[in-house]
């Protein structure tokens, strides 16, 4: 409740639009990241896998950059400002503000 949804995704904005309402489309990741409190990469397209982290980091009033693709290293997230979180790998935070609770199958 009360979260605004901003998503960037070249590939897929058209047809998006018509099946997502109440979030708003941008044309680049930037605009999408700006003034967020987190971010999350939900596809590989290689538009993301060449962001300029330190840009991305500058727009964003919070640090943490959720990576569901693993694009990037924990190290080279981490050098950017950010607290990183993947799937399969440990996270790294370069502050202990974050829980990561392991999943329980």
Not at 59 to 67: P, S
Not at 89 to 99: F, M, S
């Amino acid at each position: 409740k009360g979260a605004n949804i901003r998503v960037c995704d070249p590939q897929g904005f058209k047809e998006g639009q018509h099946c997502f309402q109440n979030i708003t489309w941008c044309e680049n990741p930037y605009l999408a990241a700006a003034d967020a409190n987190a971010l999350v990469i939900l596809t590989e397209w290689n538009e993301f896998r060449a962001l300029d982290l330190p840009k991305l980091r500058e727009c964003m009033k919070g640090a943490l950059l959720v990576d569901l693709r693993n694009i990037y290293s924990g190290p080279a997230v981490n050098e950017a400002g950010f607290d990183y979180i993947s799937l399969g790998r440990p996270p790294a935070l370069l502050k202990n503000h974050l829980k990561v609770v392991p999943y329980a199958s």
